[in-house]
């Protein structure tokens, strides 16, 4: 029988818990905020609204964004963080997307300079491809004919 806590166990405690070495200043403070609502049943329900609210509010934001150029995925992983603060599927849920985004940095960072321009370029021709026709649908614009209308006049 061993008494001794780990710092992450003393991190969790809650109001006047000893700061973690290496942890942020706000992030214990909004460790310890969220302990403080947490310790009361009606906070506690709250809590779990405003999170799950503002967590599909910014998830759904994302997913409209995401066939568009711009921060599409990016919010929705943020909403998985704001889900993953109260709820714990949306905890693994990210843990999964980290290891998985990290792991694919990971292996185009191995790669030659060659594989990953082609990568990168595959990349730019698809979010290309999805502006112009997000232009086309959204704003009744045909860049392309455009285009090539202006290049067969002049």
């Excluded at 998830?59 to 964004?65: E, K, P």
Aim: aromatic share 8%.
């Amino acid at each position: 029988m061993c008494n001794e806590r780990t710092e992450t166990d003393r991190a969790s405690d809650g109001p006047g818990a000893a700061a973690v070495p290496g942890r942020p200043r706000w992030r214990q403070r909004l460790s310890t905020t969220l302990a403080l609502v947490r310790a009361n049943p009606t906070g506690r329900l709250a809590l779990r609204v405003v999170i799950g609210v503002l967590g599909a509010l910014v998830v759904t934001i994302g997913i409209v964004l995401i066939p568009l150029p711009g921060p599409g995925w990016l919010l929705v992983i943020f909403g998985l963080g704001i889900w993953a603060v109260e709820f714990h599927w949306a905890k693994r849920l990210l843990a999964f997307t980290r290891r998985h985004v990290y792991g694919w940095t990971a292996w185009v960072k191995r790669q030659s300079l060659a594989l990953r321009l082609v990568i990168g370029s595959v990349g730019l021709v698809f979010v290309g491809a999805i502006a112009l026709i997000s232009i086309k649908y959204s704003l009744g614009i045909d860049v392309i004919a455009q285009v090539l209308r202006y290049l067969a006049t002049n």
